[in-house]
């Protein structure tokens, strides 16, 4: 019996869907396949239902065979024409992330260490603070093939070894199903995992090796590749971004094979310093981020993702150390001053007890600052000047708000869309931007859009290998270049603009006609959302200030936008022609350089004199000994990681008070 519908699940039956399909249909004992044009797969397969492809609006075909056909068919016909009848997901609970789930992959360092000696070395100072504490080394193992070939007698050993394994990983994922503590996110993420791993598709191509003869984990290996090398193939961003999922499976695969286990980040004891080779900024931001005292990496520099979530959660860290990080791959103890870059191994009694004292020093400090917390600060002629605060995520709200924050000068999209299988939905956008502005509320709250590309790649977006990315395709040019991704951002924005607060700036703009083209989509966003009967408002639209074009141009973007933000850590990184993750550059990577100084000055000059306001959101807004300079060529708002907020209301007091 077989029954041809429209598909009408949003996106098509990608990730979520599919598995949903897929429990719907393992519920009934029929044989169920799913036929699109000329391909039929079984409908108990989530991997095989993705790689058919279906999108919506597409005509399928339901064919069922056994004693419960009919209300087989009924039941599927009707998810794929109501999906969201008689659930409550879709967008809220299940959210699951290639990014999220991708095996870290040890890399070489591509950078020597800067100094090493004797137990103490030196990387780049990414975010300040000292800390002291026990190691906790986070050094993910590379799995390589075994490269066996089998003799007959060996295969069925092999293969009940297989199959072991396999059920090792799915009670795995099964018991952290079965947690109660488990955040959504997280459900949402090894439920996604656990049904790849019970996959027929991914079980039996595996066992086919074995057959042959190939060693269980070169047979992991071979199937996973395959299976994610069709995902990476497809034409659609959200089943490409499959691929990293299916690798991840197998990554656990090989590892219960081989009865090792991965480092995990949730394991880390409170008061420990994470010490890894590369860390993904997602990877830390949902590390259990208490619990770590400070952070220690080979990769990355100053303004690096993983620096200015350190910064947002108060962690001193140090980055950039390069190879050297080996070294403390086996020590217990670990020192870090996050303002030096020093790291002291197994440190001795001496250098524990100076970093105790600086660490009771600090806290002194922070206390002291609380008095700080709801200055309004104003420059000398009454002008205030707005301290605001730089979020990746709305669990810092709180941590924001806190601090003092006088709204949001910076809302970077790039983890909203990182840490989701697929791109995020427009609703989820829309909810997401209006949770902000009613949180910050009257304060203005500036979303960004997307900018990826550079060191923030997501799934959902295949980016092209590019010899030098931070040159290439991220921000407003890669968001130009897909309205598919840029639109749905669009439209929350308009919809989440009815409160009243929400202002949006573009990154990366080189060009004016960048800025105009948005324009066009913007109005066509809000064309659609009247036509459609829904609620939206207009909102400021800036431009982040970040590439020497956009400052040589500056008079002329400042008549046609509302405000400017100046993102020195791109800025500085273009001016000076010094990569912000390569610490061996790190010394000309220099906000303070008379040339990148020269540049902030003539984009404050060109706002001023157009009458718009100047802010700032690159991590110097949040450097004491500048905020006077700031202060003086005429910004009027400075926006940071909330730990620094206090100190900054206290810089710009004590400036009104000497009369500047
Ligand atoms: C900047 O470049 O200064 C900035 C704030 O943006 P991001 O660090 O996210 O590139
Ligand atoms: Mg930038």
Request: aromatic share 4%; net charge negative; charged share 25%.
């Amino acid at each position: 019996m077989e029954r041809s519908t429209i598909v009408r699940v949003h996106d098509g039956l990608h990730a979520r869907p599919a598995t949903r399909f897929v429990k719907l249909a393992k519920g009934f004992e029929s044989d169920i396949e799913l036929i699109k044009a000329d391909r039929s797969v079984s409908a108990k397969s989530s991997v095989k239902l993705m790689l058919l492809g279906v999108k919506e609006n597409e005509e399928v075909t339901v064919r069922a065979t056994g004693a419960d056909e009919i209300e087989a068919i009924e039941a599927l016909i009707g998810y794929l024409e109501n999906p969201h009848a008689g659930t409550a997901e879709e967008g809220g609970a299940a959210k699951a992330s290639s990014a999220e789930s991708a095996p870290v992959k040890p890399q070489t360092p591509s950078t020597p260490s800067i100094t090493s000696n004797a137990g103490k070395l030196r990387g780049v100072a990414a975010s300040e603070g000292f800390a002291i504490g026990p190691a906790f080394g986070f050094f993910p193992a590379e799995i390589k093939h075994e490269h066996r070939l089998l003799a007959a007698e060996e295969i069925p050993a092999e293969t009940a070894r297989l199959t072991r394994a396999f059920a090792t990983v799915q009670y795995r994922m099964d018991t952290s199903l079965a947690a109660t503590d488990l955040a959504e996110s997280d459900r949402g993420i090894i439920a996604a995992l656990k049904d790849i791993a019970s996959d027929d598709e991914l079980t039996s191509a595996a066992e086919a090796l074995v057959k042959e003869g190939i060693d269980a984990v070169s047979a992991v290996i071979g199937a996973t590749s395959r299976i994610s090398a069709d995902f990476a193939s497809m034409d659609d961003p959200y089943l490409n971004a499959r691929a990293d999922d299916v690798n991840a499976v197998g990554r656990q695969i090989c590892l219960a094979l081989l009865g090792q286990d991965d480092a995990k980040l949730d394991a880390i004891p409170p008061g420990a310093i994470l010490i890894a080779d590369d860390i993904g900024a997602w990877d830390l931001a949902r590390a259990p981020l208490k619990h770590i005292a400070g952070v220690i990496c080979g990769h990355g520099g100053a303004t690096s993702h993983v620096a200015i979530i350190a910064r947002a959660h108060g962690i001193p860290a140090v980055l950039g150390l390069g190879r050297a990080v080996h070294e403390l791959q086996q020590v217990k103890a670990v020192a870090l001053d996050g303002n030096s870059g020093d790291v002291f191994a197994d440190p001795d009694q001496r250098t524990a007890d100076r970093f105790h004292e600086q660490i009771g020093k600090a806290e002194t400090e922070k206390q002291a600052l609380k008095a700080y917390k709801d200055i309004v600060p104003k420059r000398a002629d009454g002008t205030v000047i707005e301290i605001a605060a730089n979020l990746g995520s709305l669990e810092e709200i709180e941590a924001a708000q806190e601090a003092g924050a006088m709204g949001v000068g910076l809302f970077r999209t790039e983890l909203l869309f990182m840490r989701h299988i697929h791109l995020p939905s427009e609703d989820l956008q829309a909810e997401t931007y209006a949770t902000l502005a009613k949180a910050f509320a009257p304060h203005p709250v500036i979303v960004r859009t997307l900018d990826i590309g550079g060191d923030k790649p997501i799934s959902g977006v295949d980016f092209p290998d590019e010899e030098n990315p931070f040159l290439g395709w991220r921000g407003i040019r890669m968001c130009l270049d897909r309205p598919d991704v840029f639109k749905p951002q669009l439209r929350a924005l308009l919809r989440a603009a009815v409160h009243g607060n929400i202002k949006v700036m573009l990154p990366m703009v080189s060009d004016l006609g960048e800025v105009r083209a948005t324009r066009v989509l913007i109005d066509e966003c809000a064309a659609e959302l009247k036509a459609e009967g829904k609620e939206y408002s207009n909102f400021d639209l800036g431009v982040m200030v970040e590439t020497p074009a956009a400052v040589m141009i500056a008079p002329a973007l400042a008549k046609e936008v509302a405000f400017f933000s100046i993102g020195t850590n791109d800025l500085t990184q273009y001016i000076m022609a010094a990569d912000r993750l390569n610490p061996t550059v790190a010394k000309l990577n220099d906000v303070t350089h008379p040339a990148v100084m020269a540049a902030i000055e003539l984009t404050a000059k060109a706002g001023v004199e157009a009458g718009i306001m100047v802010g700032m959101c690159g991590e110097a807004a949040g450097r004491a000994d500048l905020i006077p300079a700031f202060v003086k060529m005429g910004l009027t708002e400075l926006s940071m990681s909330p730990s620094s907020i206090q100190r900054a209301k206290k810089c710009v007091l004590d400036l009104g008070q000497v009369g500047n």
